[in-house]
C-alpha cells in the first residue's frame, strides 16, 4: 500500500529583509502542519473535564503542543540576528507581533508604503528603450508588493494600465 507522505522542505528563513514576502511563506508553512490558526489565538485549551477519556486526554495534549510547535517553526525560520529580538517572547502572539511591528512598521507606516505604491501604479508608463516584458514585470512588482501590504488589486485595474 503506497502512502502519500508529504515532507515539506525547511522553512524559509528570514534574516531581516524581505518580511511581506516571508509571511506569506510561513503561513502556508505552518498550514502544512495545521499551526496557522494558534498564530493569532492567546486562548489556551480549555482544562480537561474530570474523569477524561483516553481521546479527549490526546486532543487536550495535542492541543497544547500546538503552540510549542508553531513557536518552534518562527523561531527555527529567522536568523540568529533576529532570534535574538523574539527569544525574550513569552508566547507565540509576542513574538509574531514583535516582528510584525519591526519589519512591517505601524500601521501608519503600511499606509504610507501603500500610498507610494498606489501613486507608482498608476504613474507607470511604457519607455520605449522597455520591451513590453520589462513593462509588465515592472507593473506585476508594483502590484504584488500593494497586495502584499494585504489590499485588494483587482485584475481589472492591472489590464487598464496596458489599455493607455
Not at 477524561?52 to 523561531?75: F, G, L, N, W, Y
Not at 508588493?145 to 481589472?156: D, P
Request: charged fraction near 25%; include cysteine.
Amino acid at each position: 500500500m503506497a502512502t502519500s507522505g508529504f515532507s515539506p522542505a525547511a522553512p524559509p528563513v528570514f534574516n531581516g529583509e524581505g518580511y511581506h514576502i516571508w509571511v506569506v511563506k510561513m503561513k502556508t508553512y505552518l498550514q502544512a502542519f495545521g499551526l496557522w490558526k494558534v498564530i493569532n489565538s492567546n486562548v489556551e485549551p480549555a482544562p480537561l473535564r474530570a474523569n477524561p477519556t483516553v481521546a479527549q486526554i490526546r486532543q487536550h495534549s495535542d492541543e497544547k503542543t500546538k503552540r510549542h510547535k508553531a513557536m518552534s517553526c518562527i523561531q527555527n525560520s529567522v536568523s540568529d540576528m533576529i532570534f535574538t529580538r523574539i527569544m525574550a517572547c513569552e508566547t507565540l502572539k509576542q513574538a509574531c507581533d514583535k516582528l510584525k511591528e519591526e519589519f512591517q512598521g505601524t500601521e501608519r507606516i503600511k499606509q504610507q508604503l501603500l500610498l507610494n505604491l498606489r501613486r507608482e501604479f498608476e504613474n507607470l508608463k511604457m519607455k520605449e528603450e522597455k520591451t513590453i516584458k520589462q513593462y509588465s514585470d515592472r507593473i506585476m512588482a508594483v502590484v504584488n508588493s500593494i497586495r502584499l501590504l494585504g489590499e485588494q488589486f483587482s485584475e481589472a485595474r492591472i489590464v487598464s494600465v496596458f489599455s493607455l
